[in-house]
């Protein structure tokens, strides 16, 4: 059975900093394109960041380039999304996706928000 469990979500203060986690099993992890995905109250889901399987590509929305960074370790298959410099706009429902050929795998999703 496999699992993606995401965490790490919380409330910040504009230009603060939360690093999201993401967990998968049951799934060869080291053969998924990774992503993170964020859905805004009555929105479709937007891809964030991705990463290819090795690390290689990274590939991020220019709404937080330069400030969010993702990575992965194939060892403990686990993603990573750093966020710096929040700001209020990146309050949203971030969800973790696992992609190989046809198909996807999504987490529960873990909120983050931003306010003062």
């Known amino acids: 059975q496999v699992q993606i469990v995401e965490s790490g979500g919380g409330l910040v203060q504009p230009g603060g900093s939360l690093t999201l986690s993401c967990v998968a099993s049951?799934?060869?992890?080291?053969?998924?394109?990774m992503s993170w995905y964020r859905q805004f109250p009555g929105k479709e889901r937007e891809v964030v960041a991705a990463i290819t399987t090795t690390s290689a590509t990274t590939q991020y929305d220019d709404s937080v380039k330069g400030r969010f960074t993702i990575s992965r370790d194939n060892a403990k298959n686990t993603v990573i999304l750093q966020m710096n410099n929040l700001k209020s706009e990146d309050t949203a429902v971030y969800y973790c996706n696992a992609h190989s050929y046809a198909q996807d795998y999504w987490g529960q999703g873990t909120q983050v928000t931003v306010s003062s």
């Open positions: 049951g799934l060869a992890f080291s053969r998924y394109f």
